[in-house]
């Protein structure tokens, strides 16, 4: 007998990906997952900390989409490669700073170079017509094929019916018939495919999984770039952005605030690596300073501190001080009432 053909999905951790690796496997092809990490994907780091996201599953959506399929999984980092694409998008940005085209076309055209480096025939991804206002519309589904160098070896069996033949349909090895022509943002359609596979459990439709999809993200970023006076990142950054309460009080220096137990124990890991300052007479935040602080900035830094301990409404409240270089010291401080905070030093 020969051996079957074999396929590599993007597997995101949605639904899309889930139903598309499905749709192939049942037609008899060998299928191995692939997962980029970039370092901006929302699951697994805020729902692991906050109390809110609680009841939110703690698992890596994209290996439980791996364990339902029964099939391998590649998780491969990308994070230094993918900052080309974050900071310098040929084709733009989204409504934020998502550079969802660009990404697409990364993301396949790294996909490319591994079926070639281990010897599997074509690529599968979860993309629909319609579904995405940015890269996944029908003009720039040719584009995705064309620029990543995958061309006629990239099959999206979700929407195949509404894109010309690929390799794999032309040449037989998957049957275009049982491909599906889904088109647009609804999702009624995969939800229904997916209770005919019997998948119950997925994560919920339309949820995003990329932390620049998300405005208030992208804010943090983009004041980040400012403040340095460049486009650049490191992964500690691009972390340390999805936790806390940012305040920019000034130019020169910003606040990450923790909100609660679970964020001051994250943020506790990076105390030695900024200036940080805690309340001392009342109980309340870990509170790090980004930025060159001096003596009257982090005076000001810790009456905004003691404003969001228990000691808000206290005449006077005990900051301690770790400075990143020096010896740490305590200052007895007023804190600010929350109207003389100015909406603008919200990030």
Same mark, same amino acid.
């Given at each position: 007998?020969?051996?079957?053909?074999?396929?590599?999905?993007?597997?995101?951790?949605?639904?899309?990906?889930?139903?598309?690796?499905?749709?192939?496997?049942?037609?008899?092809?060998?299928?191995?997952?692939?997962?980029?990490?970039?370092?901006?994907?929302?699951?697994?780091?805020?729902?692991?900390?906050?109390?809110?996201?609680?009841?939110?599953?703690?698992?890596?959506?994209?290996?439980?989409?791996?364990?339902?399929?029964?099939?391998? $999984?590649?998780?491969? %980092?990308?994070?230094?490669?993918?900052? %080309?694409?974050?900071?310098?998008?040929?084709?733009?940005? @989204?409504?934020?700073?998502?550079?969802?085209?660009?990404?697409? #076309?990364?993301?396949?055209?790294?996909?490319?170079?591994? #079926?070639?480096?281990?010897?599997?025939?074509?690529?599968? !991804?979860?993309?629909? #017509?319609?579904?995405?206002?940015?890269?996944?519309?029908?003009?720039?589904? /040719?584009?995705?094929?064309?620029?990543? @160098? &995958?061309? &006629?070896?990239?099959?999206?069996?979700?929407?195949?019916?509404?894109?010309?033949? !690929?390799?794999?349909?032309?040449?037989?090895?998957?049957?275009?018939?049982?491909?599906?022509?889904?088109? @647009?943002? !609804?999702?009624?359609?995969?939800? &229904? $495919?997916?209770?005919?596979?019997?998948?119950?459990?997925?994560?919920? /439709?339309?949820?995003?999984?990329?932390?620049?999809?998300?405005?208030?993200?992208?804010?943090?970023?983009?004041?980040?770039?400012?403040?340095?006076?460049?486009?650049?990142?490191?992964?500690?950054?691009?972390?340390?952005?999805?936790?806390?309460?940012?305040?920019?009080?000034?130019?020169?220096?910003?606040?990450?605030?923790?909100?609660? %137990?679970?964020?001051?124990?994250?943020? *506790?890991?990076?105390?030695?690596?900024? !200036?940080?300052?805690?309340?001392?007479?009342?109980?309340?935040?870990?509170?790090?300073?980004?930025?060159?602080?001096? &003596?009257?900035?982090?005076?000001?830094?810790?009456?905004?501190?003691?404003?969001?301990?228990?000691?808000?409404?206290?005449?006077?409240?005990?900051?301690?001080? *770790?400075?990143?270089?020096?010896?740490?010291?305590?200052?007895?401080?007023?804190?600010?009432? @929350?109207?003389?905070?100015?909406?603008?030093?919200?990030?």
């Amino acid at each position: 007998m020969s051996e079957p053909h074999k396929a590599v999905a993007l597997i995101s951790g949605g639904l899309d990906s889930l139903l598309a690796a499905k749709v192939i496997q049942q037609q008899g092809i060998h299928v191995e997952g692939i997962n980029f990490f970039t370092g901006f994907c929302v699951e697994g780091h805020t729902h692991a900390i906050r109390k809110k996201d609680r009841a939110k599953p703690k698992r890596n959506n994209a290996l439980w989409v791996a364990e339902q399929l029964g099939i391998k $999984l590649h998780i491969v %980092d990308i994070i230094e490669e993918y900052k %080309d694409v974050v900071i310098n998008p040929k084709h733009g940005y @989204g409504a934020n700073l998502n550079p969802c085209l660009d990404c697409k #076309i990364f993301m396949v055209q790294k996909a490319k170079e591994w #079926i070639e480096q281990k010897g599997f025939d074509f690529i599968i !991804t979860g993309e629909v #017509i319609g579904q995405r206002p940015m890269s996944q519309r029908k003009d720039t589904m /040719p584009v995705i094929s064309h620029e990543s @160098g &995958a061309e &006629a070896l990239l099959l999206r069996p979700l929407c195949a019916k509404n894109l010309e033949p !690929t390799l794999p349909e032309l040449e037989g090895w998957v049957d275009r018939e049982r491909l599906y022509d889904f088109e @647009g943002r !609804t999702r009624k359609p995969q939800m &229904a $495919l997916a209770a005919e596979f019997g998948f119950e459990d997925y994560a919920q /439709p339309a949820g995003g999984c990329c932390f620049l999809t998300d405005k208030q993200y992208s804010v943090k970023l983009s004041d980040l770039w400012q403040a340095r006076g460049e486009r650049r990142y490191e992964l500690d950054d691009i972390m340390l952005l999805k936790v806390g309460r940012h305040l920019r009080p000034r130019p020169n220096f910003k606040m990450i605030i923790g909100r609660e %137990d679970g964020e001051n124990k994250f943020l *506790h890991g990076y105390r030695k690596q900024y !200036t940080h300052m805690v309340t001392t007479s009342h109980n309340g935040p870990l509170v790090l300073i980004d930025g060159e602080a001096g &003596a009257e900035d982090l005076e000001l830094a810790a009456r905004i501190t003691a404003r969001f301990s228990q000691g808000r409404d206290a005449g006077q409240v005990d900051v301690e001080i *770790h400075p990143r270089e020096g010896d740490v010291h305590s200052v007895q401080v007023q804190p600010m009432r @929350g109207a003389e905070i100015p909406a603008d030093w919200y990030l």
